[in-house]
């Protein structure tokens, strides 16, 4: 073992030793707690399609943090000689637990998994030939969701099953998901299983069980009496007109891997249509080089019209603002540089996904309902806010309608708050991404339209800490953009002005939508407005 091995070990048995408390029956020791296992592994030694000795295996799942591992060879199981010497191979502790299943072939639904079974099955055994031989084994339906497939409610529920592997390596990450829907659907007992078949990464898909084990026999036993499940996090959260849900599955090791999906529930036919366009929009994004590396979005993975079910990739990080409250001024500047360059990234894509004229006929509507806050209560700027709107809206037809070339698919509401800066390895500073989310304001707009947004938005939100207007000066973030873009028209700042006040209208309305039509702020908004109009 190497030595980045063994120092490795040494931490986490340091970490380890508060866990276990008690000593079992059979004097090994076992936790008093929640455990967590990988359930499904394949070894070097005894299946032909794993590339990964076991003794490598189980120092890999011990340096995830989990409490133990299952081998689940094919149609093999392992003498508790051969599991010794493992252990000792591994300079694992004694409370760290290695069982031995199999994983066997059957004629009723493939492959399954047995725990509990004191002899090997052959391929092409029964499920009922399984039970009958061992009542007592725990048997679970492995990777029923993979190469597309989609199970019936009724093999599902089948009763000579004991549970299911809804959470598995051999799963893509929507069948994940949709095995994840139909638990929550049906509530049969689930397990993760990664399947490992090399190394890297065992233990990303562990089982929680409620209570401590300290034999094969009271594994199979939690497994038939429904007390375990996958191991995962699930956190709703507000969305507009949706139920949200994040959900992170896996245990958090040395590599911080897990997998992170969204689950949007949309409440009606209206919302229903934005966020489908939105998922698209992001969809062929994906395929624009955004799925990975330091520029992404949320790439989307599932969609149910019927349940107007939406799935995508959760992004682990935080937004733009909330970063640039808390980092150095030299983070900071890579942040917002990074956020310029990943705007004009999308615009040199020079997509359009939506109908180019789409813009310009809907803006008269969206600059109206600005207006319509003002009217609506008889704010005295009422008249002041009209003038700017129509102007804003003269320049706008003058400038494209005749020139839909110089539209490109936009982000549409790209500010700060839209923004997320994450790192994929929190030790390595070149793994620093920035994604864009919320396609919903998605439209073929002038690119000068997302970055006048975001220099408005940028103010506004930031108004209250000076320090942060002052250490990142828009013209970081214009002058990174221009040099990520290579070429922009040549009244291109002219441009951003005029979307700086069309934005600063928006903030404008929203002001007062939430009563504060009378703040200082509204009035600031109104002049600045005016200022980008007039170059004064």
């Known amino acids: 073992m190497s030595a980045i091995d063994q120092h490795t070990l040494s931490q986490e048995r340091k970490r380890n030793q508060v866990h276990f408390a008690r000593p079992c029956e059979r004097k090994t020791f076992c936790y008093s707690y929640p455990m967590l296992l990988e359930m499904h592994t394949h070894t070097a030694e005894h299946s032909r399609c794993s590339s990964i000795p076991a003794a490598a295996l189980v120092r890999q799942v011990f340096a995830k943090g ?21 252990r000792r191979s591994a300079e694992v502790p004694n409370h760290f637990l290695i069982f031995s299943g199999q994983e066997v072939a059957t004629p009723e639904v493939g492959d399954v998994i047995v725990y509990g079974a004191g002899m090997p099955f052959p391929h092409g055994t029964a499920l009922e030939e399984i039970r009958e031989s061992f009542p007592e084994a725990a048997l679970v339906w492995a990777h029923p969701y993979r190469k597309g497939r989609r199970p ?6 089948l009763p000579l099953l004991d549970g299911i592997e809804i959470f598995s390596s051999n799963h893509s990450v929507r069948e994940n998901s949709r095995a994840l829907r139909d638990w929550h659907r049906l509530r049969f007992t689930a397990i993760g299983g990664t399947d490992t078949h090399g190394t890297g990464y065992a233990g990303l898909y562990p089982t929680l069980f409620d209570h401590p084990l300290g034999s094969m026999a009271e594994l199979a036993a939690e497994i038939r ?15 507009a007109g949706s139920l949200v849900t994040e959900v992170t599955i896996g245990a958090k090791g040395f590599d911080e891997v897990r997998e992170r999906i969204i689950i949007r529930n949309i409440s009606s036919n209206h919302k229903w249509a934005a966020a489908d366009r939105a998922f698209h929009i992001a969809e062929q994004l994906s395929r624009q080089g955004f799925a990975s590396g330091p520029y992404r979005v949320p790439v989307p993975i599932d969609q149910d019209h019927d349940s107007m079910t939406l799935i995508e990739q959760g992004i682990r990080g935080k937004s733009l603002f909330d970063k640039l409250l808390s980092a150095s001024r030299e983070d900071g500047l890579r942040y917002v540089r990074m956020a310029a360059q990943w705007l004009a990234r999308l615009h040199a894509c020079r997509l359009s996904l939506t109908p180019a004229d789409e813009f310009l006929a809907r803006e008269p509507g969206r600059l109206e309902k600005y207006l319509e806050r003002f009217t609506a209560i008889k704010h005295p700027q009422a008249r002041r806010a009209e003038e700017i709107l129509a102007a804003i809206h003269r320049e706008e037809r003058r400038r494209y309608a005749d020139n839909p070339e110089y539209l490109v698919q936009g982000h549409g509401d790209f500010h700060p708050k839209n923004i997320l800066i994450g790192q994929d390895i929190q030790e390595n500073r070149d793994t620093v991404f920035v994604a864009a989310i919320d396609f919903d304001s998605s439209l073929c707009l002038p690119p000068a339209f997302d970055a006048g947004c975001f220099l408005a938005q940028f103010r506004n939100q930031f108004f209250s800490h000076q320090d942060i207007i002052r250490d990142f000066p828009e013209e970081l973030f214009l002058k990174a953009y221009r040099e990520a873009a290579g070429q922009t028209d040549d009244d291109f700042l002219v441009q951003v002005e005029l979307f700086r006040a069309r934005t600063n209208m928006s903030i404008a309305a929203y002001l007062i939508k939430v009563g504060l039509g009378d703040s200082d702020n509204l009035w600031r908004v109104l002049l600045e407005a005016e200022k980008a109009l007039t170059g004064h």
């Open 225 to 239: 009496k429904g007390r375990c499940r996958p191991f995962l996090k699930e956190i709703p959260r507000s969305g």
């Open 152 to 157: 019936e409610d009724a093999a599902l529920l």
């Open 66 to 86: 989990l409490q133990g591992i299952v081998f689940t060879d094919h149609h093999y199981l392992w003498s508790d000689k051969e599991i010794h010497q493992i």
